[in-house]
Nanobody
Framework: VRLVESGGGLVQPGGSLTLSCAASGFVLKHYIMTWVRQAPGKGLEWVCTFYSAGGRECSDSVKGRFTISRNDANNTLYLTMIDLKPEDTAVYHC?????????RGQGTQVTVSS
């Protein structure tokens, strides 16, 4: 199982980013997949989950602004983020499983600052 995140960066408040999570060693669509994040000095926080049957849910703190999606053709998970806020600053990880996940990638840094 290998997960590699990309797409992070520095963005101004109100901006947008799309994170990618390339999976290898397994077929992503057969698993529940999750995005979690870790802000500086804080613990892991659940962001969004994509269920293998197709259902999705996100935490109240990002609902309406973040969308989790999956491309089965290229075995990749995405997190599309709009209207970013400074409190969204964190390292974002994709993971297998629900909750805080089981196997996590190394993460990609998202910094929201003017």
């Amino acid at each position: 199982v290998r997960l590699v995140e990309s797409g992070g960066g520095l963005v101004q408040p109100g901006g947008s980013l799309t994170l990618s999570c390339a999976a290898s060693g397994f077929v992503l669509k057969h698993y529940i997949m999750t995005w979690v994040r870790q802000a500086p000095g804080k613990g892991l926080e659940w962001v969004c989950t994509f269920y293998s049957a197709g259902g999705r849910e996100c935490s109240d703190s990002v609902k309406g602004r973040f969308t989790i999606s999956r491309n089965d053709a290229n075995n990749t998970l995405y997190l599309t983020m709009i209207d970013l806020k400074p409190e969204d600053t964190a390292v974002y990880h994709c993971a297998t499983g629900s909750g805080l996940g089981t196997n996590r990638g190394q993460g990609t840094q998202v910094t929201v600052s003017s």
